[in-house]
């Protein structure tokens, strides 16, 4: 993340990092073959006798199509395209190359930044940030605690250091 001092306080940018890619890859790879075994088990359990092969060669087939186009091309896509800027009292995260969407949310309509971590975010050190607005719940991430720290305070446009303390 990168911070500069503007007309209107802290200024920052960034992205999502080597560290982001390879927690997706995690996630993705444990979310495909937790999928896979589900509907190989509901398929023993449901499907008539007949429809076993057929149901296990489709199942292997669908798992390796994910394996092989969510890891390596989905999520790199989707780390290359995800960035943030903080800047003149509002937050602007931007996703995408095909479909761009940019999200631009005034400090002023933030009601809380809250930073979440789960155990495997938490050994890799990463963190998710959501932004919650009365109309809607923007999550960014995942990104560097310290990151989220910086873009928290900026975003609330509250004074450096004042969320560091751990729970």
Not at 1 to 10: K, L, T
Not at 68 to 81: D, G, I
Not at 105 to 126: D, F, K, T, Y
Request: proline share 5%; with cysteine; hydrophobic share 50%.
């Amino acid at each position: 993340m990168v911070q500069e001092r503007g007309d209107s306080g802290f200024n920052c940018r960034g992205a999502l990092s080597e560290q982001a890619y390879r927690y997706l890859n995690i996630r993705s790879v444990v979310e495909v073959i937790t999928l896979t075994a589900l509907a190989l088990v509901s398929g023993v359990v449901f499907a008539p006798g007949s429809w076993l092969l057929p149901l296990f060669a489709l199942s292997a087939a669908l798992c390796a199509v994910g394996l092989l186009m969510e890891v390596p091309l989905l999520n790199r896509l989707e780390v290359r395209h995800t960035s943030f800027i903080i800047a003149n009292g509002a937050v602007c995260i931007r996703r995408g190359r095909l479909i761009r969407r940019e999200i631009v949310i005034n400090s002023e309509q933030l009601l809380n930044v809250s930073i979440l971590h789960g155990p495997l975010l938490r050994r890799m050190g990463l963190v998710k940030v959501k932004f919650t607005t009365i109309a809607y719940v923007e999550p960014f991430g995942p990104i560097p605690l310290s990151d989220a720290l910086r873009m928290r305070a900026n975003a609330l446009r509250m004074p450096e250091g004042a969320f560091d303390e751990q729970h």
